[in-house]
């Protein structure tokens, strides 16, 4: 049996709490906007309906998971194709838990020269942390659970759930 942990309207407030934050925050500049694929592909979307100033939208895939796993190596599967020197740079990710793959994507996009790169994550799980990040806006902070839903999944399932579920051993 799987539990709620966040349901769809504390998800929703959130989400507008960080939007009015990240909006303040790069007042009067253009963000770009990193997706994270497959998961932060619904935080995202809810994210820059919520983002006042000026937004371009960009998609990124990497991948370190198998399972419920992280391989500990960081795979670029889709890279952007446009040019970020001198931008802003606003990764939004879905869940940050060794750090790994945020750091390789940081080392890789600094050296691109953008004016400024920060990261906002919907969940956060320091426990397991193994690599430093510095995640500027997060949502949720969240214990060594595994979480589903609202765009996260195991095995390619659970994305479509609105709410974030802990997910039981038998998946």
């Not at 895939?61 to 889709?78: A, R």
């Not at 400024?116 to 397991?128: G, R, V």
């Not at 995640?135 to 994305?159: A, N, P, S, T």
């Amino acid at each position: 049996m799987n539990r709620i942990l966040f349901d769809q309207e504390t998800i929703k407030r959130r989400v507008q709490e960080l939007g009015r934050e990240v909006s303040s925050d790069y007042s009067g500049k253009e963000i770009c906007v990193l997706i994270l694929l497959k998961g932060a592909f619904m935080f995202a979307s809810d994210l820059v309906r919520f983002l006042t100033t000026k937004v371009s939208i960009e998609f990124m895939k990497l991948s370190s998971y198998k399972g419920k796993l992280s391989t500990g190596q960081v795979i670029i599967e889709q890279d952007i194709d446009c040019d970020i020197q001198n931008k802003h740079v606003l990764i939004v990710e879905d869940i940050v838990d060794t750090g790994l793959t945020l750091n390789k994507l940081i080392e890789l996009l600094k050296k691109r020269l953008p004016a400024s790169i920060e990261i906002c994550s919907f969940l956060n799980k320091p426990s397991k942390r193994k690599a430093f990040v510095d995640v500027k806006y997060i949502g949720f902070e969240i214990e060594d659970v595994f979480v589903v839903g609202y765009g996260m999944d195991y095995c390619q399932m659970w994305r479509q759930s609105p709410d974030i579920l802990i997910i039981d051993s038998d998946g």
